[in-house]
């Protein structure tokens, strides 16, 4: 099963990097949803008895991580005006970096974990680490509204990865993930309503203060 | 007798093979654009016509100015007989050639930069520059890739390394493997100076960095560097193709296998070329760290 | 018979300044024979050296002095052997070369001084190697460290040279005081002030951990490991160039001579220690050269490339560390002997570039890289020296760089791949360090030769350049000469590298026959010399074929810009840019940009400078917060004598009630 696994793993993990260093917000899209086609594959693999609802979830999953959100992403950036340039807070050799650092340390700290010994080889637990870093990592260093939507996808791509280990134990764990990636559709929406082209700040921030009483 | 029939295959292969990647490259491209482009065998018309032109040398340059192209040829021709192609083992092998490969091909780049300084013109200067800089970051790339190979077949020689052990380690660490061939990859594409590191086709500043270099040299010298360029794109396709080729028992299969793998490579390479546009220089480095990162994280896989 | 020998060369180098430096009637003959005594007491000690390596090993020799505790017990053995060859071989260049550079005629009032410290500089060296007690090796550590600083201040009419040997100093002085404080630990571990292995068993952890921490500070400032290097680039820049080469070339080796002698001491060093060894040789190599790529004073630039060189060699004694820790041979013998091969290597081409860089200065009057340029036209064959000194610094075959690090890379690959015995994989990232190493060694080579020599000629400067004396080209041949018997001929040093592996690991069997196991090193001949011959074939055929031809002379071309004028040529800083900004994090380079406001700016000037970071971001504060929290403690320094009266009858009455 691993010899299935690996290289959509790997896959995974370089398209962090991609995503981490593109400078073009196309590119990051374009990362991110090649990365939830590769993790929509991934039941399949896991799952020995898949069944017709299994399949049905895994194209649903496909259709919206591949082609429906990224769909309302390049439709959010057209209306709303959104240049084409990352404008990120960090440099990307600085994220790409600190990227680096952040999957090797998922490596080595997966290894100390106590982990059943069929998931103790794989890749699962340090691709899901390093993939929730990198999303973090995007959250946070990034200022454009839609940035922070892919670094939100990017998180979620990490937690629907290391779910995968819990698959038997949890049936409905991937209608919860698509779940969770339409409350993205609904995120999107907002910036579309909003004409949300830059920060989130863009919105007066006076109104945020009034939330400290 | 098997292998000197072997190492007279390699040499002849090595010699004779590589002005025909840059036809093949030019080939894919002209297709990619819609037009016809230049016979496949181009590039060695070129060479047999410059071979037989006449010079015109600078007056600012000393003797380093030829020493260049000279350097250049000769390291990388010697460093091709280090690598293992085909069927043959390399003709040469010792515990420790990867390093004398490495450094073959720095004391041949170290000349060319030199000889572009050596014209005392800023263009040159500029070419010399960006190339050194991005050399630094593709050579720890290719340190950490053959690290993978020397733990994986437990052998310090590339004939070893991209042996015959070398198939059956895909099973088992192919993940390694994998992100050794993407940065071998990005490396190749880098050292050889193609899209989106480089733009061999253009002679405007912004986009130069290895035509650059070679802007004053005309004639016989500029034969040498057009071969000794093309020798290098063999070398590093070599190395790529070998890390996925598998052997076989039969020499001539295998040679032919080969021969078809390098110009599969030459065909990968123009429509990397064709669909990609080159890399602002600032971001250079940010794709060679990506590249040094891959095949670290190859190692890492290994020896956790 | 040896050991006397070696002790009459040390004295009559010590000795050699010294009727210069007495007589009444100064001028060229005083100099001469000054030179000649310096020059014939190198040559006995290379002579003792020579027996040494052919007839095996003498006996120590001991004699009785009157300091309590210590005695006059001198040794030869494979390791001392191994760092007496670059201190006296380049002491005798160096005297040579002077005789030409620092002319009694041009420098009268710092000439004979200079003499003097020099002779008593490689006394001072000698004596620190083969010392076998601790006192005696402190008396020449601080002869060496005293007569460096009276070198460095050699003209000390210039602020740089004062301020430089200000720093230079308190390096010096901190790293003694540690010296005292290990050598203090050691007599208290085993009661005698010898330097001979003792039983660390005996020794708590603590203490051993505290030893081998003064033994890092001590040995590391003196060695220039970073961050305790700050001493280095400013004292190489602003000494006399035969002077900078004893200084990169050899003095920074005795550091490195410490260093192994301390280790030495200790059969099972725990993995730590050589971790740590291993860290700071990748980050000396890596950061030195980054800051050397940023550097365009000439002698500066050859000095941060001493640092990364000393990373080299670092980086082979720790990977030798862990292998004495998990007991593989094979780790000792290939990370030692790239180790103290480098050392040799360092010594011999570090003073070819910097006796050429000196030919340079002393034809052109500057140390700027950017004010020269053309000077291979002028100065052929110091510039071919300099090539060939560059061509082995940056590691590259033929020549002696590459088989040092070749072993380095063997031991560091191997740490991977060999089957028995327990597996450590850290050691294994040092080598793609070692080759971003040698990546930039190359880029900073390529904008330092090309900058001097290549192209046309920055400023007036380089105008009036001529070839130098025979004086100081002689010692750059001698150079030359070891730099390539070594590169094309690596098998004439196994001998003595595998006898100072023997004395560093008296543990090992059998070193020479499994060092030439490990190490094709008759490969290394075969490529090299296969290589120096390819080349000149293919050479021979261009001009060949070049005089056959047509060929025309003319301007540079460049596509068309015809006829570039000489500001129009990249400057090492424009040359180094992309690369100072991809390190700008750790090399904060300043610029000095004037604003251009109004219409019509007046003519001003752009200035880029990359400073030592560590020193002045780091020791200049915490120095300068030190001068002012101890300028409190003026407040006691009254002046009455009463008060001082009062201090003395306190510390009495302390006294008294402690015991």
Same mark, same amino acid.
């Given at each position: 099963?691993?010899?299935?696994?690996?290289?959509?793993?790997?896959?995974?993990?370089?398209?962090?990097?991609?995503?981490?260093?593109?400078?073009?917000?196309?590119?990051?899209?374009?990362?991110?949803?090649?990365?939830?086609?590769?993790?929509?594959?991934?039941?399949?693999?896991?799952?020995?008895?898949?069944?017709?609802?299994?399949?049905?979830?895994?194209?649903?999953?496909?259709?919206?991580?591949?082609?429906?959100?990224?769909?309302?992403?390049?439709?959010?950036?057209?209306?709303?005006?959104?240049?084409?340039?990352?404008?990120?807070?960090?440099?990307?050799?600085?994220?790409?970096?600190?990227?680096?650092?952040?999957?090797?340390?998922?490596?080595?700290?997966?290894?100390? %974990?106590?982990?059943?010994?069929?998931?103790?080889? @794989? /890749? !699962?637990?340090? &691709?899901?680490?390093?993939? $929730?870093?990198? +999303?973090?990592?995007?959250?946070?260093?990034?200022?454009?509204?839609?940035?922070?939507?892919?670094?939100?996808?990017? %998180?979620?791509?990490?937690?629907?990865?290391?779910? @995968? /280990? !819990?698959?038997? &134990?949890?049936?409905?764990? $991937?209608?919860? +993930?698509?779940?969770?990636?339409?409350?993205?559709?609904?995120?999107?929406?907002?910036?579309?309503?909003?004409?949300?082209?830059?920060?989130?700040?863009?919105?007066?921030?006076?109104? !945020?203060?009034?939330?400290?009483? | 007798?098997?292998?000197?029939?072997?190492?007279?295959?390699?040499?002849?292969?090595?010699?004779?093979?590589?002005?025909?990647?840059?036809?093949?490259?030019?080939?894919?491209?002209?297709?990619?654009?819609?037009?016809?482009?230049?016979?496949?065998?181009?590039?060695?018309?070129?060479?047999?016509?410059?071979?037989?032109?006449?010079?015109?040398?600078?007056?600012?340059?000393?003797?380093?100015?030829?020493?260049?192209?000279?350097?250049?040829?000769?390291?990388?021709?010697?460093?091709?007989?280090?690598?293992?192609?085909?069927?043959?083992?390399?003709?040469?092998?010792?515990?420790?050639?990867?390093?004398?490969?490495?450094?073959?091909?720095?004391?041949?780049?170290?000349?060319?930069?030199?000889?572009?300084?050596?014209?005392?013109?800023?263009?040159?200067?500029?070419?010399?520059?960006?190339?050194?800089?991005?050399?630094?970051?593709?050579?720890?790339?290719?340190?950490?890739?053959?690290?993978?190979?020397?733990?994986?077949?437990?052998?310090?020689?590339?004939?070893?390394?991209?042996?015959?052990?070398?198939?059956?380690?895909?099973?088992?660490?192919?993940?390694?493997?994998?992100?050794?061939?993407?940065?071998?990859?990005?490396?190749?594409?880098?050292?050889?100076?193609?899209?989106?590191?480089?733009?061999?086709?253009?002679?405007?500043?912004?986009?130069?960095?290895?035509?650059?270099?070679?802007?004053?040299?005309?004639?016989?010298?500029?034969?040498?560097?057009?071969?000794?360029?093309?020798?290098?794109?063999?070398?590093?396709?070599?190395?790529?193709?070998?890390?996925?080729?598998?052997?076989?028992?039969?020499?001539?299969?295998?040679?032919?296998?080969?021969?078809?793998?390098?110009?599969?490579?030459?065909?990968?390479?123009?429509?990397?070329?064709?669909?990609?546009?080159?890399?602002?220089?600032?971001?250079?480095?940010?794709?060679?760290?990506?590249?040094?990162?891959?095949?670290?994280?190859?190692?890492?896989?290994?020896?956790? | 018979?040896?050991?006397?020998?070696?002790?009459?060369?040390?004295?009559?180098?010590?000795?050699?300044?010294?009727?210069?430096?007495?007589?009444?009637?100064?001028?060229?003959?005083?100099?001469?024979?000054?030179?000649?005594?310096?020059?014939?007491?190198?040559?006995?000690?290379?002579?003792?050296?020579?027996?040494?390596?052919?007839?095996?090993?003498?006996?120590?020799?001991?004699?009785?002095?009157?300091?309590?505790?210590?005695?006059?017990?001198?040794?030869?053995?494979?390791?001392?052997?191994?760092?007496?060859?670059?201190?006296?071989?380049?002491?005798?260049?160096?005297?040579?070369?002077?005789?030409?550079?620092?002319?009694?005629?041009?420098?009268?009032?710092?000439?004979?001084?200079?003499?003097?410290?020099?002779?008593?500089?490689?006394?001072?060296?000698?004596?620190?190697?083969?010392?076998?007690?601790?006192?005696?090796?402190?008396?020449?550590?601080?002869?060496?460290?005293?007569?460096?600083?009276?070198?460095?201040?050699?003209?000390?009419?210039?602020?740089?040279?004062?301020?430089?040997?200000?720093?230079?100093?308190?390096?010096?002085?901190?790293?003694?005081?540690?010296?005292?404080?290990?050598?203090?630990?050691?007599?208290?571990?085993?009661?005698?002030?010898?330097?001979?292995?003792?039983?660390?068993?005996?020794?708590?952890?603590?203490?051993?951990?505290?030893?081998?921490?003064?033994?890092?500070?001590?040995?590391?400032?003196?060695?220039?490991?970073?961050?305790?290097?700050?001493?280095?680039?400013?004292?190489?820049?602003?000494?006399?160039?035969?002077?900078?080469?004893?200084?990169?070339?050899?003095?920074?080796?005795?550091?490195?001579?410490?260093?192994?002698?301390?280790?030495?001491?200790?059969?099972?060093?725990?993995?730590?220690?050589?971790?740590?060894?291993?860290?700071?040789?990748?980050?000396?190599?890596?950061?030195?050269?980054?800051?050397?790529?940023?550097?365009?004073?000439?002698?500066?630039?050859?000095?941060?490339?001493?640092?990364?060189?000393?990373?080299?060699?670092?980086?082979?004694?720790?990977?030798?560390?862990?292998?004495?820790?998990?007991?593989?041979?094979?780790?000792?013998?290939?990370?030692?002997?790239?180790?103290?091969?480098?050392?040799?290597?360092?010594?011999?081409?570090?003073?070819?570039?910097?006796?050429?860089?000196?030919?340079?200065?002393?034809?052109?009057?500057?140390?700027?890289?950017?004010?020269?340029?053309?000077?291979?036209?002028?100065?052929?064959?110091?510039?071919?020296?300099?090539?060939?000194?560059?061509?082995?610094?940056?590691?590259?075959?033929?020549?002696?760089?590459?088989?040092?690090?070749?072993?380095?890379?063997?031991?560091?690959?191997?740490?991977?791949?060999?089957?028995?015995?327990?597996?450590?994989?850290?050691?294994?990232?040092?080598?793609?360090?070692?080759?971003?190493?040698?990546?930039?060694?190359?880029?900073?080579?390529?904008?330092?030769?090309?900058?001097?020599?290549?192209?046309?000629?920055?400023?007036?400067?380089?105008?009036?350049?001529?070839?130098?004396?025979?004086?100081?080209?002689?010692?750059?041949?001698?150079?030359?000469?070891?730099?390539?018997?070594?590169?094309?001929?690596?098998?004439?040093?196994?001998?003595?590298?595998?006898?100072?592996?023997?004395?560093?690991?008296?543990?090992?069997?059998?070193?020479?026959?499994?060092?030439?196991?490990?190490?094709?090193?008759?490969?290394?001949?075969?490529?090299?010399?296969?290589?120096?011959?390819?080349?000149?074939?293919?050479?021979?055929?261009?001009?060949?074929?070049?005089?056959?031809?047509?060929?025309?002379?003319?301007?540079?071309?460049?596509?068309?810009?015809?006829?570039?004028?000489?500001?129009?040529?990249?400057?090492?800083?424009?040359?180094?840019?992309?690369?100072?900004?991809?390190?700008?994090?750790?090399?904060?380079?300043?610029?000095?940009?004037?604003?251009?406001?109004?219409?019509?700016?007046?003519?001003?000037?752009?200035?880029?400078?990359?400073?030592?970071?560590?020193?002045?971001?780091?020791?200049?504060?915490?120095?300068?917060?030190?001068?002012?929290?101890?300028?409190?403690?003026?407040?006691?320094?009254?002046?009455?004598?009463?008060?001082?009266?009062?201090?003395?009858?306190?510390?009495?009455?302390?006294?008294?009630?402690?015991?």
């Amino acid at each position: 099963m691993s010899q299935f696994l690996d290289p959509f793993l790997i896959a995974a993990l370089a398209l962090n990097f991609v995503a981490l260093g593109v400078s073009r917000i196309r590119g990051v899209i374009s990362a991110v949803a090649l990365q939830g086609v590769l993790l929509g594959f991934l039941p399949l693999f896991v799952h020995t008895d898949i069944g017709l609802r299994g399949v049905l979830l895994i194209i649903v999953t496909i259709g919206l991580k591949g082609f429906v959100i990224p769909g309302f992403l390049v439709h959010a950036m057209r209306e709303a005006e959104i240049q084409h340039e990352v404008n990120p807070i960090l440099s990307y050799m600085s994220s790409l970096l600190l990227g680096a650092v952040g999957t090797g340390l998922a490596i080595v700290f997966s290894s100390t %974990l106590p982990l059943a010994e069929q998931h103790a080889d @794989l /890749l !699962l637990v340090p &691709a899901s680490l390093a993939t $929730v870093w990198s +999303g973090f990592l995007m959250l946070t260093t990034r200022r454009k509204a839609i940035m922070q939507v892919l670094g939100y996808l990017l %998180l979620e791509n990490g937690i629907f990865l290391f779910g @995968l /280990l !819990l698959l038997e &134990a949890m049936p409905f764990l $991937v209608e919860v +993930g698509v779940l969770l990636d339409l409350f993205t559709g609904v995120f999107v929406m907002g910036i579309i309503i909003h004409h949300i082209s830059r920060e989130f700040a863009s919105i007066s921030t006076e109104h !945020l203060t009034e939330l400290k009483e | 007798m098997n292998a000197a029939i072997q190492n007279t295959m390699h040499v002849v292969v090595a010699l004779v093979l590589p002005p025909l990647l840059p036809g093949v490259i030019a080939k894919t491209k002209a297709l990619f654009a819609g037009r016809v482009g230049p016979p496949v065998l181009q590039p060695y018309y070129d060479l047999i016509k410059l071979f037989r032109k006449g010079s015109v040398i600078s007056t600012t340059t000393t003797g380093v100015f030829l020493a260049g192209p000279v350097v250049g040829l000769v390291t990388v021709t010697m460093a091709l007989l280090l690598v293992p192609l085909g069927h043959s083992d390399a003709p040469i092998s010792f515990t420790g050639d990867l390093v004398l490969l490495a450094y073959l091909l720095g004391l041949g780049r170290f000349f060319t930069a030199l000889a572009a300084l050596d014209t005392g013109s800023a263009f040159e200067g500029m070419g010399a520059a960006r190339e050194v800089t991005f050399a630094c970051l593709a050579e720890p790339a290719l340190f950490l890739g053959l690290l993978v190979l020397a733990k994986l077949s437990g052998s310090l020689q590339l004939a070893g390394m991209l042996g015959n052990s070398l198939a059956s380690h895909w099973s088992g660490a192919g993940a390694s493997l994998a992100l050794v061939l993407i940065s071998w990859f990005i490396v190749l594409l880098a050292e050889n100076c193609r899209i989106p590191f480089d733009d061999p086709n253009t002679h405007l500043e912004l986009t130069m960095i290895h035509e650059v270099m070679v802007l004053d040299h005309s004639g016989p010298a500029l034969g040498m560097i057009l071969y000794g360029a093309a020798l290098k794109l063999f070398l590093f396709g070599a190395l790529v193709v070998r890390l996925v080729m598998p052997r076989t028992t039969f020499a001539w299969l295998d040679w032919l296998i080969f021969v078809g793998a390098i110009l599969g490579v030459s065909v990968v390479v123009g429509v990397v070329e064709s669909s990609l546009a080159r890399l602002r220089l600032t971001h250079v480095p940010v794709l060679l760290v990506t590249a040094c990162l891959l095949s670290a994280f190859g190692v890492i896989l290994l020896v956790r | 018979m040896n050991e006397w020998l070696l002790i009459a060369g040390v004295v009559l180098t010590a000795l050699s300044g010294v009727p210069g430096y007495l007589t009444r009637y100064p001028g060229p003959v005083t100099q001469w024979v000054t030179t000649l005594i310096a020059v014939s007491g190198s040559t006995l000690g290379l002579l003792a050296l020579c027996m040494f390596w052919t007839m095996g090993e003498g006996q120590s020799v001991v004699l009785p002095w009157p300091i309590p505790g210590a005695e006059f017990a001198v040794a030869l053995d494979g390791l001392a052997a191994l760092f007496l060859l670059p201190v006296f071989l380049v002491s005798l260049v160096g005297s040579v070369y002077g005789l030409a550079y620092w002319k009694e005629s041009e420098h009268p009032d710092s000439g004979r001084k200079l003499r003097l410290f020099y002779g008593i500089l490689t006394a001072g060296m000698g004596l620190l190697v083969i010392a076998r007690n601790s006192i005696l090796f402190l008396f020449g550590w601080e002869g060496m460290a005293l007569s460096a600083f009276f070198l460095v201040t050699a003209e000390d009419g210039k602020q740089e040279a004062r301020e430089a040997g200000w720093v230079y100093l308190v390096a010096t002085h901190i790293a003694t005081l540690c010296l005292f404080g290990l050598f203090a630990i050691l007599h208290a571990a085993s009661g005698s002030f010898a330097l001979a292995p003792l039983a660390w068993d005996k020794v708590s952890p603590r203490t051993a951990t505290l030893a081998f921490t003064l033994t890092l500070l001590g040995f590391g400032i003196k060695a220039g490991i970073m961050p305790l290097h700050v001493w280095l680039p400013g004292s190489h820049a602003v000494a006399p160039t035969h002077v900078s080469a004893i200084l990169s070339g050899v003095i920074i080796k005795m550091g490195i001579y410490g260093l192994v002698r301390i280790t030495s001491l200790i059969p099972h060093p725990p993995v730590e220690w050589g971790e740590i060894i291993l860290a700071l040789g990748v980050a000396s190599g890596i950061l030195g050269v980054v800051f050397a790529i940023g550097q365009h004073d000439l002698k500066r630039l050859l000095a941060y490339h001493s640092i990364e060189n000393i990373g080299i060699i670092v980086i082979g004694l720790g990977l030798a560390l862990v292998g004495r820790s998990l007991g593989r041979s094979g780790w000792i013998i290939l990370g030692l002997g790239g180790s103290l091969l480098h050392v040799w290597n360092h010594a011999f081409f570090k003073s070819l570039l910097f006796l050429s860089a000196g030919s340079v200065v002393h034809a052109t009057h500057t140390r700027e890289i950017d004010h020269l340029g053309g000077l291979a036209k002028r100065m052929p064959v110091t510039a071919a020296c300099f090539l060939i000194g560059s061509v082995a610094i940056c590691g590259l075959p033929p020549l002696n760089g590459f088989v040092s690090e070749f072993l380095i890379y063997l031991g560091l690959f191997g740490t991977l791949v060999s089957g028995d015995g327990p597996s450590y994989a850290g050691a294994a990232f040092a080598a793609p360090a070692l080759a971003l190493i040698g990546a930039l060694a190359i880029a900073c080579f390529a904008k330092a030769y090309g900058a001097v020599f290549l192209g046309t000629a920055r400023t007036h400067h380089a105008d009036h350049a001529n070839e130098a004396p025979w004086a100081m080209l002689a010692p750059l041949l001698v150079l030359v000469a070891a730099c390539v018997v070594i590169g094309l001929t690596p098998v004439v040093v196994v001998p003595a590298l595998a006898r100072a592996i023997s004395a560093w690991a008296p543990e090992l069997r059998d070193v020479e026959a499994e060092l030439v196991a490990l190490a094709p090193l008759k490969w290394v001949s075969v490529m090299s010399l296969a290589l120096l011959t390819a080349l000149a074939a293919a050479g021979f055929l261009l001009r060949y074929r070049l005089r056959t031809g047509a060929v025309e002379h003319g301007p540079t071309w460049a596509c068309g810009y015809v006829a570039p004028t000489p500001r129009m040529q990249y400057t090492s800083s424009s040359f180094a840019q992309s690369l100072v900004n991809l390190f700008g994090r750790v090399l904060r380079p300043k610029t000095l940009r004037p604003p251009t406001l109004a219409l019509f700016p007046q003519k001003s000037e752009f200035q880029s400078k990359v400073s030592d970071v560590v020193l002045d971001e780091a020791a200049l504060p915490v120095f300068r917060l030190a001068g002012y929290l101890f300028s409190r403690f003026r407040v006691f320094q009254q002046g009455s004598v009463q008060s001082y009266l009062l201090y003395l009858f306190i510390a009495l009455i302390a006294l008294l009630l402690w015991r």
